[in-house]
């Protein structure tokens, strides 16, 4: 069964006052790319977090966002340089003698400079919130994969119709295809009779020999031998459980190169009918084929 490379997933845990969410969405790519935004301390894991999506996810790019809150999740201390307080206080007492201050040292105010008082975050991260993170990723991700999965559903039921079209219209073709070289004959004969105006016998020999000549120019059964090949295959890849948008998107050149074949050897208003309609359908499977996984 095919699948789909765009599709979301979200999933919350929680843990006392501890709340993870991770949503994630992805669209189309020729390879697999993921990117995660989260929070600092938790970097140190982040392949991990990318070898859980990678289970579930082979081709696309995919945008992970991890947002925590809750009390704990970032440890805060204040550290204070006492040596430099030191020396702010020294100063303040000598200020304080030579002015003949009985001022008291504003300590409120140096809580406020960085150089004496610094705020310093912990990184590290318990196993409880980390357990807590690559759960809800691998819940999220899962929940991605379904939506792709039901996606994928819905284009390979849209191109068995649109493949079964372009059968009909490639039988269409090989049975028409032979009359052709006698519509041709049909116009040359009467064309050359209207030239001579009826006063010299048609050669009968050259007018084979032009036939056979146009015939083989024309002649597009070969490209419809492989039209039909490739249908049959596309049909065989569709049901594989494996990864297979590039192959499908291989078919699809292919098969649009034999469909242009037809189209500039054909000099014909049905056949180019068909061609256009053939090529319609054909670019519509390539729309759809880009976003394969």
Avoid at 10 to 33: I, L, P, Q, W, Y
Wanted: aromatic share 8%; hydrophobic share 35%; glycine share 4%.
């Amino acid at each position: 069964m095919i699948i789909s490379m765009t599709g979301y997933g979200r999933s919350s845990k929680e843990s006392g006052d501890r709340h993870v969410t991770v949503e994630m969405k992805a669209v189309n790519h020729r390879f697999c790319e993921i990117n995660i935004r989260m929070p600092r301390q938790f970097f140190f894991f982040e392949d991990q977090l990318k070898k859980v999506i990678s289970r579930y996810i082979k081709r696309g790019k995919v945008d992970v966002f991890i947002n925590l809150q809750g009390e704990g999740i970032v440890n805060r201390t204040l550290s204070v340089d006492w040596d430099l307080l030191n020396q702010y206080q020294q100063t303040f007492e000598k200020m304080a003698t030579t002015f003949e201050s009985d001022q008291a040292l504003p300590i409120d105010r140096l809580l406020l400079h960085e150089e004496v008082v610094d705020v310093q975050e912990s990184d590290e991260v318990t196993e409880e919130l980390r357990s807590m993170v690559v759960k809800a990723t691998e819940e999220a991700v899962q929940q991605l994969r379904q939506m792709r999965e039901k996606e994928g559903q819905m284009l390979y039921e849209d191109f068995q119709v649109r493949i079964e079209k372009m059968s009909q219209g490639a039988a269409e073709l090989k049975q028409y295809s032979p009359t052709v070289q006698n519509n041709y004959r049909e116009k040359l004969t009467k064309r050359v009779q209207e030239f001579l105006g009826g006063q010299l016998d048609v050669d009968e020999a050259r007018i084979v020999t032009e036939v056979a000549i146009y015939a083989d120019k024309s002649d597009i059964q070969e490209e419809l031998i492989r039209i039909e090949s490739h249908l049959k295959q596309f049909v065989h890849i569709l049901n594989q459980n494996e990864v297979v948008g590039r192959k499908l998107d291989f078919l699809v050149q292919e098969l649009n190169r034999e469909i242009n074949t037809i189209g500039s050897k054909a000099n014909d208003v049905f056949i180019s009918q068909l061609v256009v309609d053939m090529k319609s359908e054909l670019e519509k499977i390539r729309e759809q084929v880009q976003n394969v996984e």
